[in-house]
């Protein structure tokens, strides 16, 4: 059973980039044709899918934001420049059905980012 | 931007009711659309994946349909472990999910 979890910085200052880690066990991250997703989530905008690897992003975030992989280490990354309190969220990573579709089928627990200085 | 509107917002039943949970789209999405349940501090599980197919392991009283750009999610008997919160989400283009539709305890 495939499983993943988040890590990272709890607190990122604003103008920063904020990192987090997704570590996948329980099966290889390079087997299989799967979607690798992260997603938000907060109080004032609710869920927010923010892109995938390979590369596919919410346009609202493109900008920002940089979804890469390490099959080596069975990691997965984002990266979200310039942050400002709006990025304040619990990130969760996740990956689709493996059938070609953003279908969230397998989940981190979630790791919250504060935005503050 | 594709828009999902998703209605109501809250909800309340009771242990047995049949729950009906609706979500609109602001343009087609085909069938491009599932369904989530979240508890408190959990992640989202997947339900409904392609309107109406029902993903591995999650009970039949779960249903979706599709009618146009607007689906509905369906518990036919609610149960004391179906308190939670449902979002819709569609994956045409990207992926918007819906505000949730949070059902509570009547």
């Known amino acids: 059973q495939v499983q993943l979890q988040e890590s990272g910085p709890g607190l990122v200052k604003p103008s920063q980039t904020l990192s987090l880690t997704c570590t996948v066990s329980?099966?290889?991250?390079?087997?299989?044709?799967?979607?690798w997703s992260w997603i938000r989530q907060s109080a004032g905008k609710g869920l927010e899918w923010i892109g995938r690897?390979?590369?596919h992003y919410n346009p609202s975030l493109a900008s920002r934001v940089t979804i890469s992989i390490d099959k080596s280490k069975n990691q997965f990354y984002l990266k979200l420049n310039s942050v400002t309190a709006a990025d304040t969220a619990v990130y969760f990573c996740a990956r689709d059905r493996g059938d070609g579709a953003t279908t969230l089928s397998r989940w981190g627990q979630g790791t919250l980012v504060t935005v503050s200085s | 931007d594709i828009q999902m509107t998703q209605s109501p917002s809250t909800l309340s039943a009771s242990v047995g009711d049949r729950v009906t949970i609706t979500c609109r789209a602001s343009q087609s999405i085909s069938k491009h659309l599932a369904w989530y349940q979240q508890k408190p501090g959990k992640a989202p599980k997947l339900l409904i994946y392609k309107a109406s197919s029902l993903e591995s392991g999650v009970p039949s009283r779960f249903s979706g349909s599709v009618s146009g750009t607007q689906f509905t999610l369906t518990i036919s008997s609610l149960q004391p472990d179906d308190f939670a919160t449902y979002y819709c989400q569609q994956y045409d283009r990207y992926g918007t999910f819906g505000q949730g539709t949070k059902v509570e305890i009547k």
């Open positions: 329980g099966g290889a991250i390079s087997s299989g044709n799967y979607f």
């Open positions: 690897t390979p590369p």
